[in-house]
Each structure stands twice: as C-alpha cells, then as structure tokens.
C-alpha cells in the first residue's frame, strides 16, 4: 500500500520514531537511484527547497523543481491531471501549498507517495526537524513539556501532534482568538500520552518547560492582518525574562524567519540557549529519513 506524509497523524508513534532514527542514520540506501522527485512550490521557500532538493540527491535520486505557476493547479490544469501525470515521471510527489486539500486530492489519486511540504493545515517536515533537534539538545523527553507561544497555525499543530503521540507534553500560550479551541485540544489529547494545556498568558504557558517554540504572528498570505496581529499578539514576544521562567537548560526554537523584535527577542533568537540554525539543518536530514521511510527503508 502506497504511504503518504500528509499529516504527523499518518504515522503511529513507533513509525515516526523509525524516521527519526532514519534522519540520523549515516550511509543510507539509494532507494532513489534513477529516479526522479517532483517538488511543486505554489509558495516559495527557502529550508524547504533546499533541504528537500539535498534530501533526494543523498538517496541518490534526481530533484525536479516546479513553480506553483508553472502548473497552475486547478487553475491550468487539475490538481488531479497534474498528480497523474507526473506520477509516470516520478518515484515520489512533494508539494508546498495554501490549502491542505490540494494535498489530500494529491494523495487519492497518486500511485507513488505524496508529502506535504507545507500547507495552512500543518507542516509534518518541520514538526520531525523540531523533534529530532529537541531530542539531540535535551536527550528523552520523556514526561517533559515542550511550549509554544503565539498563533496556533500549522506549525504549532504538527509540533504538538508529534509531541503527543511520541509521549512529550505540549503547554500552548496562545492569544485568545489565535487559540486552539476545544474540540482540537481534545483531539490532541486523544492521540497519545502526552498532554496539551493552554493558556493565554504567554509567561504561564512557559514556566518549566524545556523547550521554548514560537513562529512569525504573520505567515505567508497573512500580510493584510500584519498590523492588527502585531497589537494582538503583544506581549507574547519571547524575550530574556521569559526564557528565564522555563526550565534550567531549556532552548529556543523557531522554524524561520524569524522577525527580531516581534515573536523574539534578539538577545533570545541570537543568543545561547538558541537552537534555530541546527533545527534548520535538521530539516534535510528528516526529510531525508521520511523520505527513505516512504520509499520502504527500515
């Protein structure tokens, strides 16, 4: 059966441990030697592209970078024409899109695998790059509390998703309006043994935790909201003090770019207890590791 990155949720908790493991293992197989992988980018990017184009040249296959323009989905041509198509030409499909649907009509039709490099729902890349740096920081997070401070988007919903079910805790600071609403924090705490709280008062969310996550208030095709996010969202800007309310050692995290002065502080994003340009990195190895796991490696 044909596996799909969609969503963090694809994936039991041993799964994602193995692609993890896989991230990090030296010498893995050219389970894509010949053959090429189709990266289709409606948003640009820069970590993704990059770390997707090495991802395939370390497994030996060929990356074939695509516009989102080039194509058109459903507007040149259909989502599934499109994933048909390229289908014969490729051993697997990549995709970094505004709507997650696109995805998901992606994979229902595609007899090779589909990964969601990026959608407005979730981006499951990243949530493994923050996983798999956090573990190589702080050892276990067994029992631990990882916090995410700011807007709940699709960064913050694929870190807690992985979070949970790998057994870590999840303490959300989150401007009401910008929060996550019940019926998801329930179906958070339904995927595994990790816990998620929240809270709008960002201080609170982040008091003893090990690791400090935020993300930019205005994400790409955001930029009308740019002003009214910023007076929302003030106050919840990591600074010094707040670091200093979370556990001894903790990190900083951030999936970049970053805006210095508004979700963190300088003296944070720059300074010693941050982590952002290893998790960055880590992004080409856990799509390297997901991409092996896709292709059958174990």
Known sequence: M??????????????LVTMLQLAQRPGLPNV?????????????SNRTRHSMEMAVVHLGGHPVYTR???IGLDVRESVEDVTRVMAGYHALLAARVF???????????????????LSDWSHPLQALADMLTMQQVHGSLDDRTVAFVGDWNNVSRSLAEICVILGVNVS???????DCTQA???????????????TARALDAVEGT?????????????EAEKAERVK???????????????????????????????????EVIDGPQSHVIAQAHNRLHAARGALAFLMGVR
């Open 99 to 117: 709507q997650h649907d696109k995805v998901v009509r992606m994979a229902a039709c595609s007899p090779v695998p589909v990964v969601n490099m």
């Open 184 to 198: 998801e924090l329930e179906r958070l705490n339904s995927l595994g043994a990790g816990q998620v709280r929240q």
């Open 2 to 15: 044909t596996r799909h990155l969609l969503d963090i949720t694809d994936f039991t908790s041993d799964e």
């Open 210 to 222: 090990i690791a400090v996550h935020t993300d930019t208030w205005t994400s790409m095709g955001q």
């Open 68 to 70: 989102g323009e080039e």
């Open 32 to 44: 894509l030697d010949g053959q090429g992988v189709a990266l289709i980018f409606e948003k640009p």
């Open 172 to 178: 959300l600071g989150c401007p009401v309006g910008y």
């Open 232 to 266: 929302v969202f003030e106050g919840y800007g990591v600074d010094a003090a707040m670091m200093a309310a979370a556990a001894p050692g903790a990190g900083f995290y951030h999936c970049l770019p970053a805006y210095r002065g508004y979700e963190v502080m300088p």
